[in-house]
């Protein structure tokens, strides 16, 4: 009799492991950049970066660098609230340009990353 029950409660707690170890993985992630990584394109209107949870504004964002020097840029969060679109505030010249993100998810993860592109 003991070992039928002690069965059931294996698989519950087992079940639970599983539903909670579900969630320490759900950290936000870039799922696409626009420019895209190592991409050269005209230069840009605006630079999106989607990932994928909601983000939380006050705690995310990213910046653009050119040889070292800040690009100025209006960012915001999409009403996706999955995306933050970045807005030059002039035309980007040629040249290489370093995207470094930072955001933080609903679930309170803080991930950070960056990428390169060029302007032909």
């Known amino acids: 009799m003991r070992n039928l029950l002690a069965l059931p409660l294996a698989a519950a707690c087992g079940a639970f492991a599983l539903l909670a170890g579900a969630g320490a993985w759900a ?3 870039l799922l696409e950049a626009n420019p895209a990584q190592n991409a050269a394109v005209e230069s840009p209107r605006q630079i999106v ?3 994928s949870e909601k983000l939380e504004p006050q705690f995310s964002g990213f910046e653009v660098t050119a040889a070292g020097a800040h690009v100025p840029l209006q960012v915001s969060l999409d009403k996706d609230h999955k995306s933050l679109v970045g807005l030059p505030a002039k035309p980007l010249a040629g040249g290489a340009y370093q995207v ?3 955001v ?3 679930d309170g993860h803080r991930m950070q990353g960056g990428y390169a592109f060029t302007v032909r």
């Open 104 to 106: 933080v998810s609903a």
């Open 100 to 102: 470094t993100w930072h």
């Open 27 to 29: 950290h936000a992630r």
């Open 49 to 51: 970066l989607r990932f």
